[in-house]
């Protein structure tokens, strides 16, 4: 199948999940994450209509932002380094990795420079998997009303990579789990924070995460095929 028809195939059962669970379908949000894929593969999904993409490594980013139409909005993924920080926070529609102060900091004082406002999601550790990052759920409240009092950045979320399974429904807990922390978190009502977006849910499980409240899915295998680990 071709990276267009399997793209459609993703976004047919996007629909079906959002059925399911009676909600309407444009309140998901499908990023098709390219990973090593040739950019040509992206150039193919515009004609589409498709317009959100992610990327998980900083370099990979800014390329594409540079080679491709401006409309593209850029979804950064990957974990983010504070030194790289600088080449995207004007780039990056969306940080979705944001799992420190330290890192909110750096963020808040390069967009300042660049007069920006950055747009990030708090990242997630809800599994407690060793080789995961993200911030525990314990610790996630304080960490938004922290990042609420820098400026030029602001909290739209919540973020979290889920344990790899066989059977998606093994995951359900941990999306009903960030759903949940999501809630409590904006019944704070900390300025400059809202719970508008839940990212979660990948290839294997997103139907699963959208019929548990996922406001963004990323799919990369599911549309792109599998991965080159060579590159």
């Known amino acids: 199948m071709s990276v267009c028809e399997n793209y459609l195939a993703v976004e047919e059962k996007v629909k079906e999940a959002c059925r399911r669970a009676g909600r309407s379908r444009d309140e998901v949000t499908l990023i098709a994450v390219r990973k090593t894929k040739p950019m040509s593969m992206i150039e193919e999904l515009l004609p589409l209509g ?37 080449y995207i926070v004007d780039k990056a529609f969306l940080i979705h990795s944001v799992d420190s102060l330290r890192l909110a900091e750096a963020i808040s004082q390069e967009a300042g420079k660049k007069n920006v406002t950055a747009n990030i999601l708090i990242e997630v550790n809800v599994a407690g998997e060793d080789s995961k990052f993200g911030v525990r ?71 699963v ?23």
């Open 209 to 231: 995460a959208i019929e548990e409240g996922a406001t963004m899915v990323r799919v990369g295998t599911g549309i792109f095929g599998e991965r080159d680990y060579s590159k």
């Open 50 to 86: 498709v317009v959100d993409f992610g990327e998980n490594k900083v370099q990979e980013l800014t390329a594409k932002e540079e080679a491709l139409p401006s409309h593209i909005r850029w979804h950064m993924i990957g974990h983010l380094q504070r030194n790289k920080v600088k």
């Open 137 to 207: 759920p314990e610790e996630t409240a304080a960490l938004a009303e922290a990042i609420s009092k820098l400026p030029n950045i602001s909290v739209k979320g919540l973020m979290t990579i889920a344990p790899f399974v066989e059977n998606a429904e093994e995951n359900r807990e941990v999306f009903r789990n960030l759903r949940k922390l999501s809630v409590d978190i904006e019944e704070k009502k900390f300025n400059n924070v809202t719970m508008a977006v839940l990212s979660m849910g990948m290839t294997g499980d997103y139907e």
